[in-house]
T-cell receptor, first 109, second 115 residues
Framework: RKEVEQDPGPFNVPEGATVAFNCTYSNSASQSFFWYRQDCRKEPKLLMSVYSSGNEDGRFTAQLNRASQYISLLIRDSKLSDSATYLCAVATGGFKTIFGAGTRLFVKA | EAGVVQSPRYKIIEKKQPVAFWCNPISGHNTLYWYLQNLGQGPELLIRYENEEAVDDSQLPKDRFSAERLKGVDSTLKIQPAELGDSAVYLC?????????????FGPGTRLTVL
């Protein structure tokens, strides 16, 4: 089992839709959690950090469920510009950050 | 504020040739990371530096890969000799401090093609 797993998708949604991605992690000692956005042939860019049970930034909401060892990212009112790959990253107690393989999102007009 | 700078952006070499990548992190960031990213995969850590000390190089193939961060600022990653399977994007990232501010900021990467 991979340490960090994501549904690769792709998720194809219409503009204005709400879409959610999940990311599961195997190390219960994980302490910090992040969502990154990566556009095609670009570098990952930090979208959100999740330190407690959740975090919200505009249309984006991240939630952490330590008991079930997953984090989620909810995007409301999807825009065409939200089309990208979304990577989750989990930092373990050993100060190692593991990235998932990413979930691809396509938002259609 | 300037972001993470990497050069070159693209590199095409023949197998068995050496290659080097350079990274300058965000000013004041103590932690520097080198990652490898293959198509359709997330970044995979090669080495992490805290200032000039390599604190995690367990995933670095030391028979052909080497890295240095001599003055605790910029860093160089080298491959010698390169193999076909080394074709990938090499990403450099930095963070202010791994324990208290672990958010990582990435450079644009170097896209390596080994022929």
């Amino acid at each position: 089992r991979k340490e960090v797993e994501q549904d690769p998708g792709p998720f194809n949604v219409p503009e204005g839709a709400t879409v959610a991605f999940n990311c599961t992690y195997s190390n219960s000692a994980s302490q910090s959690f992040f969502w990154y956005r990566q556009d095609c042939r670009k570098e990952p860019k930090l979208l959100m950090s999740v330190y407690s049970s959740g975090n919200e930034d505009g249309r984006f909401t991240a939630q952490l469920n330590r008991a079930s060892q997953y984090i989620s990212l909810l995007i409301r009112d999807s825009k065409l510009s939200d089309s990208a790959t979304y990577l989750c990253a989990v930092a373990t107690g050993g100060f190692k950050t593991i990235f998932g393989a990413g979930t691809r999102l396509f938002v259609k007009a | 504020e300037a972001g993470v700078v990497q050069s070159p952006r693209y590199k095409i070499i023949e197998k068995k040739q050496p290659v080097a990548f350079w990274c300058n992190p965000i000013s004041g960031h103590n932690t520097l990371y080198w990652y490898l990213q293959n198509l359709g995969q997330g970044p995979e850590l090669l080495i992490r530096y805290e200032n000039e000390e390599a604190v995690d190089d367990s995933q670095l193939p030391k028979d052909r890969f080497s890295a240095e961060r001599l003055k605790g600022v910029d860093s160089t990653l080298k491959i010698q000799p390169a193999e076909l399977g080394d074709s990938a994007v090499y990403l450099c990232a930095s963070s202010l401090d791994y324990t208290s501010k672990p958010e990582q900021f990435f450079g644009p990467g170097t896209r390596l093609t080994v022929l």
